[in-house]
């Protein structure tokens, strides 16, 4: 039986060894031309042209957008203007009053995407955090809540946005209830401060498992050893926490600092699917600029667009270069 | 040496066979707005039956696909064999296929005799080219909802009531039936611009250019955002959203939200379809401002596109839904306006619906159409009016949002029209 077994694999097997003889032959040829280094460039080679066909070369194509005007799309039919759409973007006489600048629709949306990023990546790093906390300890259905939080990660941000909206719309389900129990219903989307709060509680709502799961990883990683040597030096928990838990997260902490970060002022589909970056202009954010200046508007502007995605990627750089160093030196600190 | 021979010649024959059977394929970009989009497939089969060397395969999508997506493939070189298209027939002309050189000298005659008049809103200036034709006429145009002003006892403002009778009625009613709001328009600036004509307002200046934005439309602008500051205009639909985004209030008519909608004639399939026997409704025209009653004359075209690899199909194709039998057929099951001339001038159109709504209904806005003023009438062929509307949509939803005033808003859209226009010139 067990001779059997060993020809039967041998046989399925045959194909991939031959296979690997096949590709043995030219690596080695390879190998001996350009050395272990050159070697490895050679395995990066496929990653790093899909990396560049999808990204570098976009990347490079807007740099040049940003530098042409009109509204045709073929880069020979557009007039090369140099850095006018910048200059256009920058000019402002009160940074602090969007109104008085050129476009102020863009510093309008600057300003809301630095405010929604600073409350909303703070939301979600706590709630994640405490999420987390909860989530490992030894709670009964521990598995069916990892779920459960997990599973708004897995809907498309358009079902997401057409959810909340049906929720918080003048006849939604938040309504109804209110109405149900007595209360004014409130016209929610309309105005300001809560169509600003909806947005972060859905951008929240949607994403916090997957952050979730990433601090969860981090904390099951932490050595039980430690804690049951605080726990016999009759350490209180609020200490372990601090001394313990919350410096061996931090390179979790800090990746999901940086990937909340991105994806903060990356934010566009879901609100504007739930609010339409109303009312007025409030919930526009920086992403909804460039699109409504590049492609929804019907006398678009590519080039404004490409210049506003250009200074746009530059923020998103400082501020990553910024989190990454702050979280190197709160590791190297260590457990103390 | 002969059995080669052979073999070869069969496999040509079979192969050519096979090559000639092979129907050409057309893309048509299409949306709905009624029911149009099933009557445009049923033609489209029959067209197929008759013609079995064309297979036309209809996309239909939302109309902010049409408005947004489309110029993109188009700017970029590419796009559908043939598309429906209404807000940007003119800005987007230069990109229509001049179907002449596929069409014979009388299939010519005949477009230049039905469709003539309304060639020019979508072909560049001074072009002379047949792109396409308009499937249907369109007039802007408000709907009461009969049954909400009986329940509350309040009577429909006749003919010559202004925009304040017509607030000030739907308000009684809102108050009385506890809608949500008295009334909404349409989120675009293209439907404001037969009211602003009204109250004297005119975007075009003598040069051809736009002109700075007037008194006449800040009269009407005024109205507007004191009616949504009074919770008297819908807010949903202009203040909840930011930029040009469209949005229309007829699902809220449609579900008796509001007493008063201003949209245009192209809602009444869509009215009768989704309202049924729900409620009684009426076509009003447009309401009365100092200067007039206009509304806004309008279309959606069907045209071919010029990047095409098969123009002479989509000719064929063109010129069998232009003919008079088609066109006619269309229209009595869309219930749209045609504005193919010879059917207009021999009339007799049997629209094909039992609702009583309908018919006075489409009555009415044929005569809305001899309401209009020159501003308005203009409007449609007039290459810088999207400039104009995307200015006044974008900083009125602002004001009302309560983020800028109307004498901030008055500058801001002169400066964003005059952006546009530098733009699209370079």
């Known amino acids: 039986m067990g001779t059997i077994r060993h020809r039967t694999g041998a046989v399925l097997a045959a194909p991939l060894v031959l296979l690997a003889r096949l590709v043995d032959v030219p690596m080695r040829a390879l190998q001996r031309r350009t050395g272990q280094g050159g070697m490895a460039a050679a395995f990066l080679l496929p990653n790093m042209a899909i990396f560049g066909v999808f990204v570098l070369v976009p990347l490079a194509l807007n740099v040049v957008y940003s530098t042409t005007a009109g509204t045709d799309i073929l880069l020979a039919d557009r007039t090369y203007v140099g850095g006018q759409q910048y200059a256009r973007l920058l000019e402002c006489q009160d940074y602090a009053r969007p109104i008085t600048c050129r476009e102020d629709q863009f510093w309008t949306a600057a300003r809301n995407t630095g405010v929604f990023v600073v409350l909303q990546v703070t939301t979600m790093v706590v709630v994640s955090l405490i999420t987390a906390l909860i989530l490992n300890r030894e709670i009964r259905g521990r598995g069916f809540f990892r779920a459960v939080f997990f599973f708004p990660v897995l809907l498309s941000p358009v079902v997401v946005g057409l959810i909340w909206r049906w929720i918080l719309q003048r006849q939604g389900l938040l309504n109804l209830i209110m109405v149900n129990l007595g209360l004014e219903p409130e016209v929610w989307l309309n105005d300001r401060t809560y169509a600003f709060g909806a947005a972060i509680g859905v951008s929240v709502w949607a994403h916090m498992g997957f952050y979730t799961l990433i601090l969860l990883a981090g904390l099951q990683a932490i050595p039980k050893d430690l804690y049951e040597a605080a726990q016999m030096d009759g350490t209180g928990p609020a200490r372990v926490f601090r001394r313990i838990t919350l410096p061996l997260l931090m390179p979790n902490l800090a990746v999901v600092l940086v990937l909340a970060l991105i994806r903060g002022v990356q934010i566009f589909d879901e609100v504007y699917v739930l609010t339409g970056g109303g009312p007025g202009t409030s919930t526009m954010f920086l992403t909804q600029y460039i699109y409504e200046t590049g492609f929804a508007s019907v006398l678009r502007n590519p080039g404004l667009a490409a210049a506003a995605s250009i200074l746009m990627g530059l923020v998103l750089v400082v501020l990553t270069l910024a989190q990454l160093w702050l979280s190197r030196r709160a590791e190297g600190r260590g457990v103390r | ?426």
């Open chain 2, 1 to 426: 040496m002969r059995k080669t021979i052979s073999l070869a010649a069969l496999t040509a024959v079979l192969g050519g066979a096979a090559l000639a059977q092979d129907p050409v394929e057309l893309r048509m970009l299409w949306y709905s707005d009624g029911v149009e989009g099933e009557v445009m497939a049923d033609l489209l089969e029959r067209f197929e039956e008759e013609n079995p060397d064309i297979d036309v395969v209809l996309d239909n999508v939302a109309y902010q696909v049409v408005q947004e997506q489309l110029p993109i493939q188009l700017a970029s070189g590419q796009g559908p064999d043939v598309a429906r298209v209404a807000s940007t027939l003119k800005s987007d002309a230069q990109h229509w296929l001049d179907l002449r050189p596929y069409l014979t000298d009388e299939q010519v005659a005949y477009w230049q005799e039905n469709f003539g008049n309304r060639l020019d809103w979508m072909r560049p200036d001074g072009s002379d080219a047949i792109p396409g034709f308009l499937t249907q006429l369109t007039m802007v145009g408000g709907f009461a909802n009969a049954t909400l002003f009986e329940q509350a006892g309040v009577d429909l403002p006749g003919e010559g009531a202004t925009w304040d009778e017509w607030v000030a009625a739907s308000a009684e009613v809102m108050e009385s039936q506890g809608t949500a709001a008295a009334f909404a328009i349409d989120r675009t600036g293209h439907r404001i611009s037969g009211p602003i004509a009204s109250y004297g307002g005119n975007y075009i200046g003598e040069d051809g250019m736009p002109a700075p934005i007037d008194d006449g439309t800040m009269a009407f602008l005024t109205k507007l955002v004191e009616w949504t500051d009074a919770g008297l205009m819908l807010p949903e639909v202009w203040v909840s959203a930011a930029g040009t985004t469209y949005r229309s209030g007829a699902d809220d008519f449609i579900n008796a939200q509001i007493p008063l909608l201003y949209s245009g004639s192209w809602q009444v399939a869509n009215l009768s379809t989704k309202i049924g026997d729900a409620f009684d409704w009426v076509a009003i025209g447009s309401p009365c401002g100092t200067e007039g009653c206009s509304g806004l004359a309008g279309g959606a075209g069907l045209v071919a596109i010029r990047y095409t690899e098969h123009p002479e199909e989509v000719a064929r194709l063109m010129d069998w839904l232009a003919s008079e039998e088609i066109v006619r057929e269309f229209s009595e099951r869309t219930l749209f306006l045609p504005a193919h001339a010879g059917i207009v001038e021999a009339g007799g159109l049997t629209f094909q619906s039992e609702d009583p709504n309908v018919p006075p209904a489409l009555d009415r806005f044929v005569q809305a159409s001899g309401e209009t003023l020159p501003m308005a009438d203009a409007l449609p062929a007039w290459k810088w009016a999207n400039a104009y509307y995307g200015a006044l949509v974008t900083r009125v939803s602002q004001v009302m949002a309560g983020e800028i005033t109307l004498d901030e808003a008055r500058g801001l859209m002169d400066r964003d029209i005059a952006d546009a226009v530098e733009n699209a010139s370079q």
